[in-house]
């Protein structure tokens, strides 16, 4: 039995979303921009999906999402177009344990200039409201970038409130929070009327959110970015009319209709989803404490998303760890899909400080709607008697039981 618990990395196309895209590939397959009438039919599917999103997002004006092709390129468009717009700014706060799609751009504008404040992370992985309050300089600070949920732990971040605290410290400063994990397993509204759900979180002093499609069961390819109406941005691709002047290139169709197919079963289902993988993620961590001695739950302690379990095993190397569950036929990450091919230890562990016996026998289990309790236990089975033959071979291992 395959094992997919790597769904922070990527989830699988929903069957609905497939079906939504399929006729704009072969039969209405017209170029959005065109002017003669079988061409509307595309233009109409996608201001049908940027109505749907935005109804998603609590917002009353469609215009204010700008299609992309993921949420790399978001983040991209916001740290460069915010500061071609702003040229009198010059710092940015972000934090240590952000996606690289932000902490490269944040170290480009560095070499341009620019001065970062990278605000470190506690034991848990989460944020001082104090060093963040310190960091925010009226006049001078230019944009706020931090993520919602980590990709690699889980930990959530109190966005609403960091956003309303730039936003009374300087109405000026922007707010852009990375939303990749979390789109669709919480609910957000970014509404300046507020949400109407009491559950959703609120974002209306938030400027621009980004996501990509493929984290919650759209296709890979197709990402989104919220600019809030009136805040000044630049443009990131340019040479064409598309998106409002606000993006180059034609529109991916197919792929825009099935991210909104994708957004609205999600709130279809949001609740029943959320509660079942929370109940999932307490029985699973509950049971690698009892059965696996020396373990630890990377950020347990703080508020997380209710799909992540980021394990550190001590005395072992968690490339091993892999290579071990892939024999199994059990995918899991040592942390984010972006640097999996890197030997050095995560830098979101390494500013959590975890301990040098556990960083590099780190391993990430993230689930979906599809993940089943025959997986969950699965994983049980096999993950413990890994971890024992490991620490068996292992020299550190070894040492710490003479110790």
């Not at 001078?140 to 960091?162: D, K, Q, R, S």
Request: charged share 20%; glycine share 6%; with cysteine.
């Amino acid at each position: 039995m395959l094992v997919y618990a790597d769904n922070n990395a990527t989830t699988r196309t929903a069957p609905e979303v497939f079906e939504a895209m399929a006729p704009y590939f072969c039969d209405l397959f017209y170029n959005p921009s065109s002017m003669y009438p079988p061409a509307a039919q595309a233009a109409s599917a996608v201001r049908d999906a940027r109505a749907g999103i935005a109804a998603f997002f609590n917002v009353g004006n469609p215009a204010e999402f700008l299609f992309t092709s993921c949420a790399s390129e978001s983040n991209n468009h916001v740290i460069f177009g915010a500061a071609a717009a702003n040229p009198t700014r010059k710092h940015i706060i972000t934090t240590t344990v952000e996606h690289p799609a932000v902490l490269e751009v944040c170290r480009e504008m560095e070499r341009r200039g620019y001065r970062v404040t990278y605000l470190p992370v506690d034991r848990q992985g989460r944020l001082n409201r104090v060093d963040y309050v310190r960091a925010l300089e009226p006049g001078n600070t230019l944009l706020v970038t931090i993520m919602h949920a980590n990709n690699e732990t889980g930990v959530v971040f109190p966005i609403a409130e960091l956003a309303r605290i730039a936003k009374e410290t300087d109405p000026e400063i922007l707010f852009h929070t990375d939303a990749t994990q979390s789109v669709s397993k919480i609910a957000m509204s970014l509404s300046k009327n507020g949400p109407r759900d009491p559950k959703a979180v609120d974002f209306r002093n938030v400027d621009f959110l980004s996501c990509s499609g493929h984290k919650f069961h759209a296709p890979k390819g197709v990402g989104l970015l919220f600019l809030r109406k009136g805040t000044a941005i630049r443009p990131f691709l340019i040479g064409g009319h598309q998106e409002g002047g606000r993006r180059a290139g034609t529109e991916n169709v197919p792929y825009i209709v099935g991210m909104a197919r994708a957004l609205e079963r999600a709130a279809q289902t949001h609740d029943a989803d959320v509660l079942r993988l929370a109940g999932m993620q307490k029985y699973f961590e509950s049971e690698l404490l009892r059965r696996i001695p020396d373990v630890e739950i990377n950020g347990g302690e703080a508020t997380r998303m209710p799909n992540t379990t980021n394990v550190s095993c001590h005395f072992v190397e968690g490339e091993s760890i892999l290579y071990e569950l892939a024999e199994y036929e059990i995918c899991a990450s040592s942390g984010s899909a972006c640097t999996s091919g890197s030997l050095e230890p995560s830098h979101v562990l390494r500013a959590m400080k975890v301990p040098f016996t556990a960083i590099h026998g780190s391993t990430r289990f993230s689930f979906s709607r599809y993940t089943t309790e025959a997986e969950i236990e699965r994983i049980l089975e096999v993950f413990p008697g890994i971890i024992q033959r490991l620490r068996n071979a292992s020299p550190f291992s070894r040492e710490n039981k003479h110790s």
